[in-house]
Structures are given as C-alpha cells and as structure tokens.
C-alpha cells in the first residue's frame, strides 16, 4: 500500500480509487481540509480522514474515492480539525475504511499529476505509467494516457471561474534545468507552485456576524502574554472560517487609548486575518477598557468599516486582570446599541487584589445577562488556548445573541387603553388580558423592550412609565392590576397625553411604538394628536373593537393603515390579533436598516 504524507492533496493524485497509509500527526491545522463528508480535491487527504473520523491522528490505512465536483461544500469542526466552506470546486473525494472491493485491484503505486512526484516513503516515482482504473469483475482494465487524463481535467476546469492548475499551461519563460513540463519536458519553478490554487473560503454562512475583538495592549501584560493573546485570536479567526458570506472579523488595541489595527473589510479570509495578527505589536499604557468600549460603539460598526447590516454585532473585550476606568455605563449604551458584548478576563484581580479595581464586578456589569454566557474567567494566560471553541460556539450562535437589536428587544412600548363606560368591566378585563398577551411576546428588560400604559377616559392617567418595571413578570402584575377607570371617549387627548407623559422619556435608541385600544369614535378630534405622533416617529397601531370606527382608526395608524389598523367585532376575538399585530411589527422592523 502506497504511503503518503499528511500534506498531499487528492487532486494531485489522477488514480481515481486507491488505497493509501496515513502517517500520524495529520491533526494539524496546516493541512488544509475543505467540505465536510465529500471533500474538494484541494483538500488534504490524510486530514480529510481525521476530519471525518475513518482515522484518528495515530494515522492508518484509507480508501478514497473520486467523486464529482460540487457546488459548495460546508466547512464543519469535527474531531479536532476544522475544514473550511468553499462555493464550488472541480473534484470531489470521499474517505472510507480501508477494505477492498471484491475483485478490484488498487494500485501499487500512484500517478501524480505533476512531472516530479512528491516523494513517498517508499521512495517511487511514477510519471511514464499509463492511467489505469481499478480493475472491475468481468472486465479489462483499459489503460488511458496520462495528457488524455489532463485534457480532460483541463476541459472540466474551464467551467468554473477557478483557476486552472499552472501544469496545464505552457510556459514561454526560459526554462532552468531539473523541472520538466508536458509539452517540452521542463516547467519552470515558479509554475509548480500550489499557492495561486489555494481556493479561497467565502465563510460559514451559518456564523454570519461581524466581529470585532478589542484586545489589551496595556504596559501590564508584557510581551509573552501578548503573544499568547494574538495566537488565541488567530485560533479563533481560523476556527471561525472568516469570508464575506460568513463571520468578518477586526480588531482594536487599546491601552491608553483605542486604535483600530483593522476593521471587518481589511482582510476577508482567515489566512489574510492571521498574518495581519502576527503583525499587531503591543501599544503600552492602562487598561481602559470601558474607553475602548466606547470607541468601537462610536465608530467601529459602521458601513464604512465593512459592517454589513444584516449580521449581529459582537465585540469582544479581552482584559489582563482588571480594567483601570469604568465599563458598565458604556458597556450599557453598547448593548442598547444593538452590539453584544462578551468580555474574557484572564487572570483577575483576586481578594487582596480586588481594592485596586476601579470597579468590582465588572464583568457582569458588561454584559447582558450575569448567567456566564457573555463572560468568560480564564485562571491563566496559558489556559486561554481552551476558551476557543467555546467562544465560537456562543458567537456563532445568533439566535442565542440576545443583545442583539431584533423585534421583540429594542422597542419601547406604550399601550393607551379605552377605560370608557361602554367597555365595561368584564370587557376591560379582557382588553387587559389582550394587552399581556402582547407584552408576553417580547424581551423585557431596562437594555431590551420596555412597557408602559395609559388609559383614558375624558380624563388621562398613566398606569406606569418605561422606566417603572424591568422584569416581564412585573410587567404583567402590573398589567393585571390595572383598575377600570369608566367615563366618556377623548382619545385625541389619550394620543397627546401619551407623547407628552409616556414617549418624551423614551430612550433615543429605541423604537417607539405605540398601541391603542378602543371600542368606539372618540368625542374629540384624533387627526391632529396622530399627525403628531407620526412626526415624532412613533408607530402607532390602532386597534379597534365593536363600535369603533374604522375611517377614525385609519387616520390614528402609521401609514399604510392596513398593516396598523386592526378590528374586531367582539372582545373576545380580541386574541386573535396579537400574532397580527407582531408579525408586522416584526415585518416592518426586519425591512428597516439594522444599525
């Protein structure tokens, strides 16, 4: 059985079944693996069997197997390697437990598809032999020249938009001595270089998030630690499998000071982000972090500096120990700035070290739920190697990304319920139910949406403001306890009334909603009250129950009214509004600019 190196990639061999011994270590990252299951022809063979699990790294014996090429392959981390998407490529393989087919022979030795064959173990070179599939029961296995095989490998090539091999181009350079080509016996070096091949990764599309690190640069870490740190971020961007389609990544030092060393559109693959790492030297200084912090809020995440719109927001913070200014109230508007933060502290300040930070706490401060999901306590700089596959796991995750902008987190939502005597008290116990129902649905907190209510009669009364609950259990206690008010129907009044009490202490990052209930026509004029409400960008929805009137709940909803203007003829079909009601609010959001 042929043996090969961990190196050597299937497209280089023409042999479209063999049999090959893997030697061990082939679990390395350099040797590059593409696909998951059925794997490009540019992939390493030997880290294509660890990848799939046939071999582990102690190395061994494998059957691979030409298949066609695909239209994308799924990059995947599986048994210590992790392969990198591709969007197509010209050949295929798969790999499988070494036991042969009844009847076929494999080959002894392999054809190459370069002049000069890398060197086996075995020390063989093999490039007069004819092509020969594997023989098959019943047949004759029939010898094909080896420039037929490449004629048809370079007629297949011409399909793709990637580029062809540079064995099937002749050279017009002076050739020097010692490289052969197919058409007069020599190839200059420069041609038989794999690295113009090397496919280009478009990213895992299913970790589509821009990224941006922030990483100490303080005087305290010194330069081994540093070290230490820009490997753990060159662990994470090759794990990440960086591309347009997937994660982008930047980076920002600060010390002192902020500083961008690059942003998420400098570099797009992960090869490109390593080498950019390596480069990063260290800056000097404190360690602000809640600066920094700052900073990337201001000015990282913006189109300029390739932040797509359409993929969350991460940053996170590294720290050596303990920051010397304030994180929580920056960290605050960050998240309320739709940027999740996730924060890495690595060795920090233990008991008697506790009185020199100028914040305790402060990780859980950073971050938006103290659960341990977003915050990370690594005991040692040399442990932080075992933070990566975490951490990638928790970025990639978005539907998990709960400090992200989405529809049901970044609203403030002021409900401006009818209290009039034709509702009745049993009906306005169902209103209220309708109006939990609601809120049910979305994310409360101080950082995510916030609830408040107003009902009115001819009169006005706030029941409780923005900034009065912060839990979703207290927002539906004190939804419940709402006492019927009973009297006439100004609702004009309700509308101004809601943006002079409820909506001017709403937070500037958030979307103003706002959603009336009412059960029949107001007695005073609603057009000025909602004209002003919909200049001050407050989205308002009216819903409207038995004998309200439909022309008056067209003027109060945003414009277009049909997907804000809602009826019922009963109260108790009052329900089946609520997924109405959220999927436009969901609709209009997810149609609007994310950042």
């Given at each position: ?6 190196d050597v990639?299937?497209g280089?061999?023409?042999n ?5 011994k ?7 990252p350099?040797?590059h ?6 794997y ?8 294509a ?8 790294n ?13 239209s ?6 599986s048994n210590?390697?992790q ?5 197509r ?31 086996t173990?075995?020390g ?6 004819a092509y ?7 047949t004759?296995?029939?010898p ?12 297949e ?17 002076p ?7 197919w058409?007069?016996?020599?190839v200059?070096?420069e ?7 090397e496919p280009v ?6 970790c589509?998030?821009d ?13 081994r630690?540093f070290?230490?740190?820009?490997q ?9 499998d960086?591309?347009p389609?997937?994660p982008l990544?930047?980076v ?5 000071n902020?500083?961008?060393q690059?942003?998420?559109?400098t ?14 030297t260290?800056?000097?200084?404190l360690?602000n972090?809640?600066?920094?912090i ?10 300029a500096?390739?932040?797509r ?9 590294m ?5 010397t ?9 960050t998240r309320?700035s ?8 690595i ?15 402060f ?10 999901y ?5 005991q040692?700089w ?13 970025i990639?995750?978005?539907d ?33 139910q ?7 649905e979305f994310e409360?907190?101080d ?10 009669t ?5 029941e409780?403001g923005f ?8 927002v539906l206690?004190a939804i ?9 129907t ?6 101004h009334y ?12 958030k979307?103003?909603?706002m ?9 005073d004029?609603v057009?000025?009250p ?7 960008g407050?989205?308002t929805?009216?819903?409207?129950v ?6 008056e709940?067209?003027?109060i909803a945003?414009?277009p009214?049909?997907?804000?203007s ?9 329900h089946?509004s609520?997924?109405k009601v ?14």
């Amino acid at each position: 059985v042929p043996q090969i190196d961990c190196d050597v990639k299937a497209g280089k061999i023409i042999n479209p079944e063999f049999i090959v011994k893997c030697p061990a270590g082939c679990r390395d990252p350099k040797y590059h693996v593409y696909g998951t299951g059925i794997y490009a022809s540019y992939s390493s063979i030997c880290g294509a069997a660890v990848h799939s699990g046939v071999l582990d790294n102690s190395g061994g014996k494998i059957l691979v197997q030409k298949v066609a090429g695909q239209s994308s392959y799924k990059g995947s981390y599986s048994n210590g390697v992790q392969s990198v998407s591709l969007p197509r490529w010209r050949e295929s393989f798969i790999v499988s437990e070494s036991k042969p087919k009844k009847g076929v022979t494999y080959p002894t030795a392999l054809i190459y598809s370069s002049s000069k064959t890398p060197a086996t173990k075995a020390g063989k070179y093999e490039t007069s032999k004819a092509y020969q599939r594997p023989s098959v029961p019943g047949t004759t296995a029939q010898p094909m020249a080896l420039m037929q095989v490449l004629a048809t490998l370079e007629a297949e090539a011409t399909h793709t938009a990637l580029p062809k091999p540079s064995l099937l181009v002749a050279s017009t350079r002076p050739l020097p001595m010692g490289h052969r080509s197919w058409e007069t016996g020599f190839v200059p070096k420069e041609e038989l270089s794999t690295q113009a091949l090397e496919p280009v990764s478009q990213g895992d599309p299913n970790c589509k998030v821009d990224l941006s690190f922030l990483i100490d640069g303080s005087s305290s870490i010194g330069k081994r630690r540093f070290r230490i740190q820009k490997q753990f971020l060159a662990d994470v961007a090759q794990a990440l499998d960086i591309g347009p389609s997937g994660p982008l990544m930047g980076v920002v030092q600060y010390g002192d000071n902020p500083a961008t060393q690059f942003n998420l559109k400098t570099h797009t693959n992960s090869r490109d982000l390593k080498a950019a790492i390596e480069k990063i030297t260290l800056r000097g200084g404190l360690s602000n972090a809640g600066r920094a912090i700052s900073f990337v809020t201001k000015n990282f995440f913006s189109k300029a500096n390739g932040n797509r719109g359409s993929a969350p927001n991460v940053a996170v913070v590294m720290l050596d120990g303990w920051p010397t200014d304030r994180v929580e109230e920056t960290s605050r508007l960050t998240r309320e700035s739709g940027i999740n933060v996730f924060f890495i502290t690595i060795e920090a300040a233990v008991e008697n070290e506790k009185q020199y930070a100028v914040e305790p706490n402060f990780a859980n401060k950073a971050v938006c739920k103290t659960n341990g999901y977003y915050s990370f306590n690594v005991q040692s700089w040399f442990g932080l190697r075992k933070m990566v596959q975490p951490l990638v796991k928790r970025i990639c995750d978005t539907d998990r990304l709960a400090c992200s902008k989405t529809c049901l987190n970044s609203a403030d939502i002021g409900f401006v319920i009818d209290g009039s005597s034709s509702v009745g008290t049993g009906n306005f116990r169902t209103v209220l139910q309708f109006v939990a129902n609601l809120s049910k649905e979305f994310e409360i907190s101080d950082t995510d949406t916030r609830i408040g209510a107003v009902q009115y009669t001819y009169e006005q009364r706030l029941e409780f403001g923005f900034d009065k609950y912060h839990t979703k259990a207290d927002v539906l206690n004190a939804i419940k306890s709402v006492g019927y008010w009973s009297g006439g129907t100004s609702t004009g009044a309700a509308i101004h009334y809601a943006l002079e009490q409820l909506f001017k202490k709403s937070k500037p990052s958030k979307r103003k909603l706002m959603i009336l209930i009412t059960d029949g026509r107001s007695y005073d004029d609603v057009r000025l009250p909602a004209m002003a409400a919909h200049q001050k960008g407050v989205i308002t929805y009216a819903i409207g129950v038995a004998w309200a009137a439909q022309d008056e709940l067209d003027v109060i909803a945003t414009h277009p009214a049909r997907d804000h203007s809602f009826f019922v003829d009963e109260f108790d079909n009052l329900h089946t509004s609520v997924p109405k009601v959220i999927r436009n609010i969901c609709t209009e959001f997810n149609a609007q600019p994310r950042n």
